[in-house]
């Protein structure tokens, strides 16, 4: 218990009776003795004020009247009836006088907080440990201390120690006279194995020995996921503990903890390595042990797959955790064409370039379409190359990635295919390289005939000499009927355009909403390629 300063509202009402007579030989009378004797008590509290009066006799005689008036006033604090029941109006506020240490008791009754007092009950009361009491201001052990023994105020005199509460000329069994203070010098800090041996600030006493605090009970439990995905930002986080001076956190090899080092939470940056986030914390002196939780880590961080040339379309699955990859494709070449000495030229154009990185799902599939060569005096190469023929060469076929379907409309990146060749007797020129956002048009070799167009981002490369043909979405043009010495147009998000005795155009390239695009012409011999990285 501590001091308390305790608030006493008294409203007293007293009454004041003065009775005044008049009789015997002082009284002179001419006829008429009239006496009247009066003896009024008033109190009235309605704010805290009282009233008291008094009147004494009045004697009408003649010419002799006496009386007498007392009035006593006593002012208390006023309450206006607009504080909730309890409460008491200070200044302009309602206050509970039991609680505000502002006004403990009445209005203006300030605690010392930095005392260690608080509003209790209407006093200011010092808080104490478990086991003290508050005497003058001072927490102390009434069940040792001599000057306090058993209560506030009990002196031990006459060289009498105070044990359990009570003076006596001995200790206890077990306990010793330290200063006229029965202590357990096998459990007192300030008198342990001995009086005046005090252990140092992270010892306690135990056994008549000072010896190492113990370190506290490690957490719980840690709250925080037990799978993530690889580079994920993660939090982790345990009860806050009191009078915790320090949270030492340690994570998995590659994670990093970047706030809240030392702390009761921290954000975590995982890396490509599963493992344990541990915690430790202490009090002041001793640490506790550690408190892990196992941590798996979904994905396997970086990657890389290669798609080459097959003839047909092929699968790629969004690894789990990967939210973005970055395309790379790359068009075939246009096909070389054939002279008059049978010899085969690679007068092909090369195909083009592509790249970006696309937002995707984990678990989602995108298609790929890896472009083939051209074919000399024959088809033009997979997905999209025009049509070759004698003395020329097909174009080379497209490369790109497929999002949602298997439609033109579905692909998301393009590498554009090279225009097809064309020699013969004499030489008829050489194809155009695939894109680039355009591809690049044919050539003639000197010959006179017209080769086809380079596309571009919204139309096909135009035709050359007739029976040439244009190109068109995502597939090079060929020609009109006859393929005698045709030379094809690469395939690409347009194709080039076809070209009768001279070669064909390149086909565009497309990064569609890919961040960070490039596209360059003339990159690629033979058949296309294309990367997916992560």
Avoid at 304 to 322: D, H, I, K, L, S
Avoid at 471 to 484: D, E, I
Wanted: charged share 15%; glycine share 24%.
């Amino acid at each position: 218990m501590g001091k308390v300063r305790a608030l006493r509202h008294i409203l007293a009402a007293s009454t004041l009776a003065l009775i005044v007579g008049c009789s015997g030989d002082d009284a002179v009378s001419s006829g008429t003795d009239t006496s009247t004797s009066t003896t009024t008590a008033t109190s009235t509290s309605t704010t805290g004020v009282m009233t008291t009066s008094s009147t004494s006799m009045t004697d009408t005689g003649g010419t002799e009247t006496a009386s007498g008036t007392t009035t006593s006033t006593t002012t208390g604090e006023t309450t206006s009836g607009v504080c909730d029941g309890g409460q008491i109006e200070c200044g302009d506020a309602c206050v509970d006088p039991l609680t505000d240490s502002n006004n403990c008791g009445d209005c203006g009754v300030v605690c010392d907080v930095d005392a260690g007092e608080s509003c209790v009950d209407g006093g200011c009361a010092v808080a104490c440990d478990e086991g003290q009491v508050e005497c003058g201001g001072v927490c102390v052990d009434t069940q040792a201390d001599p000057n306090n023994c058993g209560d506030c105020g009990v002196v031990c005199d006459g060289g009498l120690v105070c044990g359990d509460g009570q003076c006596m000329a001995d200790c206890p069994e077990g306990q010793l006279s330290c200063e006229n203070m029965c202590v357990d010098t096998q459990t007192d800090d300030n008198n342990c194995g001995g009086c005046g041996v005090a252990c140092g600030m992270c010892e306690a006493c135990g056994d008549g020995a000072c010896l190492a605090v113990p370190p506290p009970p490690a957490v719980d439990a840690i709250m925080g996921p037990t799978d993530a995905c690889a580079g994920a930002t993660v939090e982790f986080s345990v009860m806050m503990i009191d009078g915790a001076t320090d949270y030492v956190w340690t994570v998995p090899d590659g994670a990093t903890i970047d706030d809240g080092q030392g702390t009761e939470a921290i954000t975590v940056t995982l890396g490509d390595a599963a493992g344990q986030v541990c915690l430790s914390y202490s009090l002041g002196c001793a640490a506790s042990e550690q408190t892990c939780v196992d941590v798996a880590i979904q994905g396997g961080g970086n990657g890389m797959e290669t798609f080459a040339y097959t003839g047909n379309a092929q699968e790629f699955v969004v690894p789990e955790c990967v939210s973005q990859i970055t395309v790379e494709a790359w068009g075939a070449q246009g096909g070389g064409a054939k002279c008059c000495g049978n010899n085969i030229q690679d007068d092909g154009g090369k195909g083009g370039y592509a790249k970006g990185t696309l937002d995707v799902t984990p678990g989602e599939s995108l298609l790929i379409y890896v472009g083939g060569k051209g074919v000399t005096e024959g088809a033009g190469g997979f997905n999209g190359g025009g049509q070759g023929g004698q003395w020329g060469a097909g174009g080379g076929g497209a490369s790109d990635v497929r999002l949602g379907g298997d439609t033109l409309a579905d692909r998301i990146l393009v590498g554009g295919g090279g225009g097809g060749g064309n020699c013969g007797c004499p030489e008829h020129g050489a194809g155009g390289a695939g894109g680039g956002l355009d591809g690049v048009v044919g050539t003639n070799g000197g010959g006179g005939f017209t080769p086809g167009g380079g596309a571009s981002q919204n139309a096909g490369g135009t035709a050359g000499s007739n029976p040439g043909a244009p190109g068109a979405l995502g597939a090079g043009g060929g020609s009109n009927g006859s393929t005698y010495h045709i030379g094809g147009g690469g395939g690409g998000f347009y194709g080039g355009g076809g070209a009768y005795a001279a070669g064909g155009g390149g086909g565009s390239s497309y990064y569609g909403n890919a961040v960070d695009p490039v596209t360059t012409p003339d990159q690629r011999s033979g058949d296309g390629e294309v990367i997916i990285t992560w």
